[in-house]
């Protein structure tokens, strides 16, 4: 079972953009990559899962066009391109993977109990 970490957050201005980083302990060819974000008090949200066979990934519909996942097995590291960034996306985001490889999509969402390992996540804050 890989360990993922996050990094790439920061503060930054409306508009903005900044890149995230999901870096594993071993191989990540198996797994698909999840992404998911908590605000204060509120439940951890999933924004994005990229399946580990390629094709488009899944995105929650107040990050479409604005939010890119990719990754690059070769490094063990995923990545989640954030542009014109808004005070709602402000929380922490985490990476998980997905025993499944393939990412769930119910709803058009996805949920957290279908990923089993987490990094500690970053904080992305919206701001001027």
């Known amino acids: 079972q890989v360990q993922v970490a996050e990094s790439g957050g920061g503060l930054v201005q409306p508009g903005g953009s900044l890149r995230l980083s999901c870096a594993a302990s071993?191989?990540?060819?198996?797994?698909?990559i999840g992404w998911f974000r908590q605000a204060p008090g509120k439940e951890r949200e999933g924004v994005s899962c990229?399946?580990?066979?390629?094709?488009?990934?899944y995105y929650t519909d107040s990050v479409k066009g604005r939010f890119t996942a990719s990754r690059d097995d070769g490094k063990n590291t995923a990545y989640l391109e954030m542009n014109n960034l808004k005070p709602d996306d402000t929380a922490v985001y985490y990476c998980?993977?997905?025993?499944?490889?393939?990412?769930?999509?119910?709803?058009?969402?996805?949920?957290?109990?279908?990923?089993?390992?987490w990094g500690q996540g970053t904080q992305v804050t919206v701001s001027s």
């Open positions: 998980a993977t997905d025993w499944a490889g393939f990412c769930t999509v119910e709803d058009e969402r996805i949920f957290p109990s279908d990923f089993h390992s």
């Open positions: 990229i399946n580990n066979a390629g094709g488009p990934p």
């Open positions: 071993g191989s990540l060819l198996d797994y698909a």
